[in-house]
């Protein structure tokens, strides 16, 4: 089953940062614009950012501007989620995504795909 698989979740204090990882299983990332997502205990999955599937920009959510960046390694099939000054409304379980029809316009509405199992992140105050 094409999925992604997620890893770089952990525990860390507020103000603090992690680097989450996101590797395609079964598929290449060359063709895919890809999203990060999390969801919270509780709560809805929200979208976090989109990365265009050639050099085309990347786009974030209000909730993470300015503090994460997502990146993208084609020839490496990898994508990456720098998180700085964590806060912990931040704990989620994150996830990556291809997400359909690209990041044009209200990417957020759209469905994604080929979800992986996720990984945690744990903000602590």
């Known amino acids: 089953q094409a999925q992604f698989v997620e890893s770089g979740g952990g525990l860390v204090q507020t103000g603090g940062s992690l680097r989450l990882s996101c590797v395609p299983s079964g598929f290449g990332l060359k063709m895919y614009a890809v999203g990060w997502f999390r969801q919270a205990p509780g709560k809805e999955r929200a979208a976090l950012s989109c990365?265009?599937?050639?050099?085309?920009?990347?786009y974030y959510r209000d909730s993470v501007k300015g503090r994460f960046t997502a990146s993208r390694d084609n020839a490496e099939n990898t994508v990456t989620l720098q998180m700085n000054n964590l806060k912990p409304e931040d704990t989620a379980v994150y996830y990556c995504a291809t997400v359909r029809g690209g990041c044009s316009g209200l990417w957020y509405f759209r469905g994604a795909d080929n979800w992986g199992q996720g990984t945690q992140v744990t903000v602590s105050s």
């Open positions: 990365l265009s599937r050639d050099d085309g920009p990347t």
